[in-house]
């Protein structure tokens, strides 16, 4: 494009580049960035022979003699924060990649100042964004800091207001009907919300929202209230289809009467043990069926409602079933929440979670290193590991209120050996140590495939040292730490508590699983 340009034309190009550069002697690090950008003009420039005079070219290489002189020194320090001038991991992992390519002998590090950083979608790391097994590049908090990565969206707790709306008032419970607020979701810039999804053995495609009260999770509105608590069908109706085919679902009589008042079935959902006690499966609801108190679902379970044992169901995301303090419900065709507060919230903190991706996602990285970071709040896994990455470290860092999982590791190739968790380029080299998973929706680490089943070539995946407390709150059948497949990988002195299904499951070879100390676990189902 700059063939037949003129060399002032061109050097223009380079002065509204670089406009926004400070002076010279205020130039950072972080001002590489820009640098870099006009650099393929400047190589033009150069390569046609054009001399100092112009004023582009000329700012441009006194900034770069300054930069010169700030990396000079051996490692690297790139500081991030809110009131700094590079604001976001985004921002930082670009710097860091500029400046790699021109200083490739260097350390580098990115500290990060204390306080909260708000994520809208994944920071994604490549093969690019790779460090060396002598120099890693490290990203951290600021010591002494408290540094979080948030997926979710502040409400304003001021513009809560009592119901007026009859229609709404009639559904609920006569005894609520005045402590039960209502918060528009537009005016705090909130505009939609996906909805939930069936969810089979395994976590969900795609989790719903959460809401939280200073830092702690409210229940969606459900029935019977309670963690872990529920009721029991009294008849299989229909059995259903299998394998969750839309059209298929089953249908149960129950012995609660009060679901002739439930209204809006459609965005109603049930979770619950429809063919085996140690399969959660959660349901869309098709149709009530006053007539016969029964529940039509619009999805089959897995292999259909077969299960005459236990027979436990939970409704959730039901207006007329907000009750106690904290429950809420959000009408999404009009984008209303509705929240039974336990307290007068007017000098809370209120937060809804709206980040559909991973924080950070990694394919094909290479020795990286992220320690002592907070990561909350969020409808998906909070960071994903794909193929081909190689020896990160997860020191130190927290995992709460997170949806999905805290961290999921996977491969995308499978090798010929039978099993279809043979994925022979999943990670491998990581290590999570030291680090805190509490209130997780699915696993709190999950591991697939790491070493390949046919060589027997080991993974060397390691989780050491955590803590673990109220994983798998989503999906209450799946295992709070989860080795699926591989060779070679280890889990070793983690403390596991508060789970309702197994603490850890594995299958695979070679794996080493020792001194982990684990409470409470399997108080739902086995």
């Known amino acids: 494009?700059?063939?037949?340009?003129?060399?002032?034309?061109?050097?223009?190009?380079?002065?509204?580049?670089?406009?926004?550069?400070?002076?010279?002697?205020?130039?950072?690090?972080?001002?590489?960035?820009?640098?870099?950008?006009?650099?393929?003009?400047?190589?033009?420039?150069?390569?046609?022979?054009?001399?100092?005079?112009?004023?582009?070219?000329?700012?441009?290489?006194?900034a770069m003699e300054k930069l010169d002189s700030l990396m000079s020194v051996e490692e690297i320090v790139i500081y991030v924060g809110?009131?700094?001038?590079?604001?976001?991991?985004?921002?930082?992992?670009?710097?860091?990649?500029?400046?790699?390519?021109?200083?490739?002998?260097?350390?580098?590090?990115?500290?990060?100042?204390?306080g909260e950083y708000n994520f809208e979608e994944t920071v994604s790391f490549d093969a690019e964004d790779s460090g060396t097994v002598e120099k890693p590049i490290i990203y951290e908090a600021e010591e002494?800091?408290?540094?979080?990565?948030?997926?979710?969206?502040?409400?304003?707790?001021?513009?809560?207001?009592?119901?007026?709306?009859?229609?709404?008032?009639?559904?609920?419970?006569?005894?609520?009907?005045?402590?039960?607020?209502?918060?528009?979701?537009?005016?705090c810039g909130i505009t939609e919300i996906a909805a939930f999804k069936n969810r089979g053995f395994d976590e969900a495609s795609q989790e719903y929202a959460g809401l939280y009260l200073d830092g702690k999770k409210q229940r969606v509105a459900e029935y019977p209230n309670g963690n872990g608590i529920y009721s029991r069908?009294?008849?299989?109706?229909?059995?259903?289809?299998?394998?969750?085919?839309?059209g298929e679902g089953g249908k149960i009589k129950v012995s609660e009467e009060r679901i002739g008042n439930w209204q809006n079935a459609e965005d109603i959902w049930v979770g619950g043990y429809f063919s085996y006690d140690y399969r959660y499966?959660?349901?869309?609801?098709?149709?009530?069926?006053?007539?016969?108190?029964?529940?039509?679902?619009?999805?089959?379970?897995?292999?259909?409602?077969?299960?005459?044992?236990?027979?436990?169901?939970?409704?959730?995301?039901?207006?007329?079933?907000?009750?106690?303090?904290?429950?809420?419900?959000?009408?999404?065709?009009?984008?209303?929440?509705?929240?039974?507060?336990?307290?007068d919230v007017k000098n809370s903190r209120m937060t809804l979670s709206c980040l559909n991706s991973a924080f950070i996602?990694?394919?094909?990285?290479?020795?990286?290193?992220?320690?002592?970071?907070?990561?909350?709040?969020?409808?998906?896994s909070c960071i994903i590991l794909d193929a081909e990455t190689k020896n990160v470290d997860i020191i130190g860092c927290s995992?709460?209120?997170?949806?999905?999982?805290?961290?999921?590791?996977?491969?995308?190739?499978?090798?010929?050996?039978?099993?279809?968790?043979?994925?022979?380029?999943?990670?491998?080299?990581?290590?999570?140590?030291?680090?805190?998973?509490?209130?997780?929706?699915?696993?709190?680490?999950?591991?697939?495939?790491?070493?390949?089943?046919?060589?027997?070539?080991?993974?060397?995946?390691k989780v050491i040292n955590n803590y673990v407390e109220k994983a798998s709150q989503n999906a209450r059948g799946i295992p709070a730490i989860n080795l699926r497949g591989g060779v070679g990988n280890s889990v070793e002195n983690n403390s596991i508590k508060n789970t309702p299904f197994h603490a850890i499951n594995f299958f695979g070879n070679d794996h080493k699983i020792m001194y982990n100390e684990i409470t409470n676990a399997c108080n739902e189902a086995t």
């Open 233 to 246: 069908w009294e008849e299989i109706l229909e059995k259903g289809g299998s394998d969750y085919s839309e």
């Open 82 to 114: 809110n009131d700094a001038p590079i604001k976001t991991l985004s921002r930082a992992r670009e710097i860091v990649r500029v400046l790699k390519k021109n200083y490739p002998e260097k350390s580098y590090r990115v500290k990060f100042l204390g």
């Open 361 to 380: 996602n990694m394919a094909g990285t290479e020795n990286v290193q992220i320690k002592g970071i907070t990561f909350a709040e969020t409808k998906e």
């Open 281 to 343: 499966e959660r349901l869309n609801v098709y149709s009530i069926d006053k007539e016969n108190n029964a529940i039509k679902f619009l999805h089959a379970s897995g292999a259909g409602i077969i299960n005459e044992e236990s027979k436990r169901w939970k409704a959730f995301n039901v207006l007329e079933e907000i009750d106690v303090p904290g429950e809420w419900y959000i009408d999404r065709n009009t984008m209303k929440l509705y929240y039974y507060p336990p307290y």
């Open 399 to 461: 995992f709460k209120n997170t949806e999905k999982c805290g961290i999921k590791m996977k491969g995308s190739k499978t090798g010929s050996f039978e099993s279809s968790y043979n994925y022979i380029d999943a990670p491998s080299e990581i290590e999570i140590r030291d680090c805190d998973f509490y209130e997780i929706g699915a696993h709190a680490i999950f591991v697939v495939g790491g070493g390949n089943r046919e060589t027997l070539t080991p993974g060397n995946n």
């Open 1 to 62: 494009s700059l063939i037949g340009m003129g060399n002032t034309a061109i050097d223009e190009q380079v002065v509204e580049i670089l406009k926004d550069l400070p002076e010279i002697e205020k130039i950072s690090i972080g001002d590489a960035y820009i640098l870099e950008k006009a650099r393929p003009l400047i190589e033009v420039m150069e390569e046609r022979g054009m001399s100092g005079n112009y004023p582009g070219y000329k700012k441009y290489k006194q």
């Open 144 to 187: 002494g800091e408290e540094v979080i990565f948030k997926g979710s969206k502040e409400l304003d707790v001021n513009s809560f207001s009592g119901i007026t709306d009859e229609n709404i008032l009639k559904r609920l419970k006569r005894e609520v009907r005045e402590r039960v607020l209502e918060l528009d979701l537009a005016s």
